[in-house]
Structure formats: C-alpha cells, structure tokens
C-alpha cells in the first residue's frame, strides 16, 4: 500500500475519510477500484455493498459516483450496471 495512502486507511484497510486533495482523491478510488474484478458485471446494489464493506464514513454514492468519473468503472445508460475499467 502507498505511504500517502495509508493515513486514509485503517487496520482494517478500509477507508476512514474522503481526502480534501485531489491527489489523494485519486489514490482513494484507485484503491478502491481494486475490490472490483475485472470483467464482471456488477448490479448498483452491488457496487454499494463492496463501497459499503470497504469505507466506514457512509458516503458509498460519493464513492460510485468518483469511481466513474474518474474512469474507473463504466455503467451503462441507466446506471444500473457497473464494470471495472482500470
């Protein structure tokens, strides 16, 4: 795990705040994105159970949404079906 990273991580490696910086922003959702596999599609229910699972400060829609913003899970025209990217 990245040094910058581990101040936003706890012992349970789950993310414990949502950085201010953008640079670290980007480290977050790159984390993240790794407790999706590749190749697999996930139902919107299920992309928040995994955010749910892997974050502790209740902001999984944040989350989603900053996943496919920043390209790293694609959805689908009504948004009810997510695969990873990158």
């Known amino acids: 795990m990245k040094n910058d990273l581990k101040r936003f991580i706890n012992s349970s490696e789950q993310v414990v705040v949502w950085p201010a910086k953008q640079a670290y922003k980007e480290l977050v959702v790159e984390y993240l994105a790794t407790k999706f596999d590749f190749g697999k599609s ?4 299920e992309v928040n159970e995994v955010l749910k ?3 502790t400060f209740g902001d999984w829609p944040l989350l989603r949404r ?4 920043r390209g790293y899970l694609d959805r689908n025209r009504s ?5 990873r990217l990158k």
């Open 53 to 55: 699972q892997w974050h």
């Open 66 to 69: 900053e996943l496919f913003e």
């Open 79 to 83: 948004g009810t079906s997510y695969t």
């Open 42 to 45: 996930y139902h919107e229910i």
